[in-house]
């Protein structure tokens, strides 16, 4: 009986321990600011176990990504984009619209294209490794959740950010572990703030950009990518109503890149 009674105990006890601990993984809460340079290929997120080499060499062995025949006038070195941790069942939202600019072309300077990237479809890259490909606008800030494994091979299924996919418009995405999913500005076209939930198994979020020759096919030509953007991450977080003057900044951008094409 006296055995009974104490485990009886240590059953109560344990059931609020439970439930703090349930309550501490739903309600906890960050963010994040973090910049993504053009050279950030998402494709080479996670990929630590690939060496780059200078941006004057040829890089055609191994997993590699494509580079322009001859040298670039910026010269940009390939780089692995920077990541935030994530759990499991985290709601991952962009607190403040992601901001600045990236130039795909040779040389220095405009034009630039914003978060958003350019136009609504145009781009259609294959996967590399264990990350999927892309289909969407050209050159947008993207997202992809991965375990703490090294994603080489087996990538998933390429999601459709086109007009004739999934869009750019959605309310909530939850994408696969190694899924390249388009971000954007972290907004709807009726300024609400878009929600991307982490998979099971994920432990980090890597933000980055997807490129390519004319943005199709191999991924690559990051070696001319100059400028950079910037977004303030939320996990678990409630973003606040854009301000005015930073929705102003954002239809300026998008004025600027309207109608541009990519040089081949």
């Not at 069942?89 to 040389?107: C, Q, T, W, Y």
């Amino acid at each position: 009986m006296l055995r009974i009674t104490i485990l009886k105990a240590h059953r109560l006890l344990l059931f609020p321990l439970v439930l703090l601990l349930f309550s501490f993984s739903l309600s906890f809460a960050a963010q994040y600011d973090v910049t993504v340079d053009g050279s950030d290929a998402i494709f080479l997120a996670g990929r630590i176990d690939v060496v780059i080499p200078p941006a004057s060499d040829p890089w055609n062995t191994g997993t590699y990504l494509v580079r322009h025949g001859g040298p670039t006038p910026e010269e940009i070195k390939e780089t692995l984009p920077p990541s935030i941790s994530v759990s499991a069942g985290n709601v991952i939202r962009v607190l403040d619209p992601a901001v600045g600019g990236v130039s795909f072309f040779n040389g220095y300077g405009a034009p630039f294209y914003g978060p958003v990237g350019n136009g609504l479809s145009g781009s259609n890259l294959t996967a590399l490794g264990g990350i999927s490909g892309y289909i969407g606008p050209q050159g947008p800030l993207t997202g992809v959740f991965l375990s703490d494994a090294i994603p080489a091979s087996g990538p998933p299924a390429t999601l459709d950010f086109s007009t004739t996919g999934l869009g750019i418009d959605f309310l909530t995405l939850s994408p696969a572990l190694g899924q390249v999913f388009y971000i954007g500005d972290g907004l709807t076209s009726l300024l609400a703030f878009q929600e991307f939930i982490a998979p099971t198994g994920a432990t980090r979020l890597f933000l980055g950009i997807p490129d390519g020759f004319s943005f199709v096919g191999a991924p690559g030509a990051y070696d001319d990518n100059d400028g950079s953007y910037r977004v303030r991450i939320g996990v678990n977080e409630i973003p606040s109503v854009p301000e005015p003057s930073t929705l102003l900044l954002l239809g300026l951008a998008l004025l600027g890149v309207a109608g541009l094409k990519r040089k081949p």
